[in-house]
């Protein structure tokens, strides 16, 4: 029974959320599956960048707070400029790019770090 109770309270405490901090920017890994030429680009918040035909913005960049060398969430949007189509807007994860990844046939994204400076 008093397992049951401290299960119960466990339960019902919050769940603890990581407090981070947003970065003006960040440095992301292209590469060109094709050719196996790989490339990092750093961008600023607001900025984009051309790779192939598909246009990356970098939305926002956060990290956990007091750990800029920590995990970095990085909300990017990627179009293809010849067909004027979102191909991917949302979060990705440093520790877990496959997590939400961009699928296209030619070309890989993924965040490496938030920069602070």
């Not at 401290?6 to 992301?28: D, I, K, M, R, Y």
């Not at 196996?36 to 956990?64: A, F, K, M, W």
């Amino acid at each position: 029974m008093i397992r049951h109770l401290l299960f119960a309270a466990v339960l019902a405490l919050p769940a603890a959320a990581q407090e981070v901090s947003s970065a003006p920017g960040a440095v992301l890994r292209t590469l060109d599956k094709i050719s196996g030429h790989s490339l990092d680009v750093e961008l600023r918040t607001g900025q984009s960048s051309r790779l192939g035909n598909l246009d990356i913005v970098l939305n926002e960049c956060r990290y956990p707070a007091g750990d800029p060398s920590g995990d970095a969430y990085a909300e990017l949007e990627i179009s293809d400029i010849n067909k004027s189509d979102t191909l991917f807007s949302g979060w990705m994860i440093a520790s877990a790019p496959a997590l939400s990844a961009l699928e296209h046939p030619r070309y890989d994204v993924w965040v490496i770090r938030c920069t602070t400076s």
